[in-house]
């Protein structure tokens, strides 16, 4: 029986450093990860490799529920889809292990409180958007243009021969924000 751990981060600016780090302690020799999709989604590239890698005996390890799935009726689908197949799921944050009868309820109970909460924060957003068009204001994040400090500075800062990875540190941004401001037209500054 191996210890097959699954982490996933929603956006390609987050890290699953974390993750990483339970699930190595947890005894997880090999680790597939999704960089930016979404729990809400039931194919992804390193879930799908982890489905193929499995065998018998296997047992799946997440840090937490909600990182394998967000929707429920997906994430008791892929459940059921495990079980079949000999292969046991434990998360650990939650601290449930599908091996018994109670571990496959609080399963069930704890994927509706993920979806639960998921649905609550998209209602959220919504009321928060109206709110603010009906206000006159503009939701979502500003828009971030050439001409913009932090922009300047980054083209200014890898003028220089900085990385991108320094020159995030120095602006307070990630690598990838980097990227982006540097990919905007110089002929704009």
């Given at each position: 029986m191996a210890s097959i751990g699954y982490a996933r981060v929603s956006t390609v600016d987050q890290n699953a450093d974390l993750q990483h780090a339970a699930l190595k302690t947890a005894g997880c020799k090999k680790i597939f990860t999704d960089h930016g999709v979404s729990g809400t989604r039931a194919k992804r590239p390193e879930l799908d490799k982890m489905l193929e890698h499995l065998r018998d005996g296997d047992e799946v390890v997440v840090w937490k529920l909600?990182?394998?799935?967000?929707?429920?009726?997906?994430?008791?689908?892929?459940?059921?889809?495990?079980?079949?197949?000999?292969?046991?799921?434990?998360?650990?944050?939650?601290?449930?292990?599908?091996?018994?009868?109670?571990?496959?309820?609080?399963?069930?109970?704890?994927?509706?409180?993920?979806?639960?909460?998921?649905?609550?924060?998209?209602?959220?957003?919504?009321a928060g958007m109206a709110a603010a068009a009906a206000n006159g204001r503009r939701a979502g994040r500003r828009e971030v243009t050439a001409g913009d400090r932090k922009v300047k500075r980054a083209h200014e800062l890898k003028a220089q021969g900085l990385k991108p990875s320094d020159i995030g540190k120095i602006v307070g941004v990630s690598r990838a924000t980097v990227y982006r401001y540097l990919s905007l037209e110089n002929s704009q500054l």
């Open positions: 909600d990182r394998l799935g967000r929707n429920t009726r997906n994430l008791l689908v892929l459940i059921d889809d495990l079980e079949e197949r000999g292969v046991h799921f434990r998360s650990l944050t939650e601290g449930i292990i599908t091996t018994g009868a109670m571990g496959k309820a609080m399963l069930t109970v704890m994927s509706a409180f993920a979806q639960l909460e998921r649905d609550q924060l998209a209602e959220r957003t919504k």
